[in-house]
């Protein structure tokens, strides 16, 4: 598949088609990841499609529009935050940042695609109103890892949310004292919720079988939006 188109690649990384899946793997192999490019109704379903429900209420109660949005991570064809620019059309900017894109996917007016490490943001500070990242951030290495989640809450505007799928955080009680101690040092509120099991063979079939999602709210927490409630459909 790679071999037959064009593709732009952050130094430091090395995509491998020797495997039942194709992958990319930083080149210490410290982190690898399959090649994937999920749609955004299926990321949006698993997250208990709470990302379209925050964009629609986002998009009627923002006076600043569009909404700038952020697909960690999003795959090399951008498919995901392609989706969510076709959908709410340019009541939204979406930018999907990947360290692999396909050369040939163009950027519209409402769609970006950014070669970029999600742990070194080229964002400014509280730029970006909705954030998401499906099955990234539990294949990097620890400190990239936290350096992420600093990031994340760097970009957030106030009252910004982002979603992550199941890590290491999620199995921590929401309460236990190093998630508080992060959320404090980062300003921001940690939420566990329930998505779509991901162990659903339409997305991941031999995953964990539980579906808790983080949701980091950057304070201060509008309220009524999270009183929106996720829904398994
Ligand atoms: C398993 S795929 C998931 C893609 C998409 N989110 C989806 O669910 O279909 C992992 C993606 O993360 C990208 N990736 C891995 N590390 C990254 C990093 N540090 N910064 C940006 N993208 C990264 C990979 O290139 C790959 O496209």
């Known amino acids: 598949m790679l071999v037959e188109y064009s593709y732009k690649l952050l130094p430091g990384y090395r995509v491998s088609l020797n495997e039942p899946a194709p992958s990319i793997r930083r080149s210490d192999y410290t982190e690898s990841f399959d090649i994937k490019d999920r ?7 698993c997250f208990g499609n709470l990302p379209s429900a925050y964009i629609d209420y986002l998009r009627r109660r923002s ?7 952020v697909d960690l991570g999003g795959g090399w064809f951008s498919r995901a935050s392609r989706g969510v620019a076709k959908k709410f059309g340019s009541d939204v900017d979406v930018t ?12 519209t007016d409402n769609f970006h695609a950014r070669l970029g490490d999600i742990s070194n943001l080229d964002l400014s500070d509280a730029s970006v109103d909705l954030a998401y990242s499906w ?28 979603f992550v799928d199941e890590d290491y955080l999620c199995t921590l009680p929401s309460d236990s004292s190093e998630l508080q101690d992060l959320a404090q040092e980062l300003g921001v509120t940690l939420h566990f919720k329930n998505g779509t099991a991901m162990k659903s063979d339409r997305v991941y079939p ?13 304070e201060p927490e509008d309220a009524e939006m999270l009183a929106i409630e996720e829904k398994i459909d």
């Open 39 to 45: 749609e955004f109704d299926l990321i949006d379903h």
């Open 63 to 69: 006076g600043a529009l569009p909404i700038s949005i």
């Open 96 to 107: 999907n940042i990947d360290v692999l894109l396909h050369g040939e996917v163009n950027d």
């Open 135 to 162: 099955q990234v951030l539990f294949r990097m290495e620890e400190g990239r890892r936290m350096n992420t989640f600093r990031e994340v809450a760097r970009v957030l505007r106030p009252g910004g949310v982002a």
């Open 206 to 218: 031999h995953g964990p079988t539980t579906s808790r999602f983080l949701l980091m709210v950057k």
